[in-house]
């Protein structure tokens, strides 16, 4: 209401900078973020991810749908067990809080034998490969 009185009542829906109104709105349950923050959030990093030409889901880029498929059953949770000293429990979403954590052997390891024949433009550009 202070921020309404202090815009007017246009000026509160039309004038208001941007960051002000984020820092104004409640936040999402469980988050720290508010509703339009966490939009431009996801807007954002959709748009970096789809623009990006070696991002590994890019349907146009190098890899096979095969390849993209193998890709796509690894999780973070693995890699870290993985690549990591000392870890042999994990959960198996590192995303989310709570939960149990599960033993780094019971999760999916990666095969990439899909993933050997990639043509990453080595023909064209030999210099850009081993």
Known sequence: ???QRLYGEDGYR???DLMIGMMSEN???DSQLSPTAACLM????TRLRDGDRFWWGNLDGPLSSACRATLSTI???RLICDNADSITA?????FITGGQPVDCSTLPS????????IDVGCTENPGLCP
């Open 27 to 29: 936040l999402i349950e």
């Open 42 to 45: 996801a807007d954002t990093f």
């Open 14 to 16: 039309d004038g208001m």
């Open 90 to 94: 994990i959960k198996a979403n590192v």
């Open 1 to 3: 209401q202070r921020l």
């Open 75 to 77: 999780r973070l949770s």
């Open 110 to 117: 990666l095969d990439l034998s899909a993933c050997i024949d």
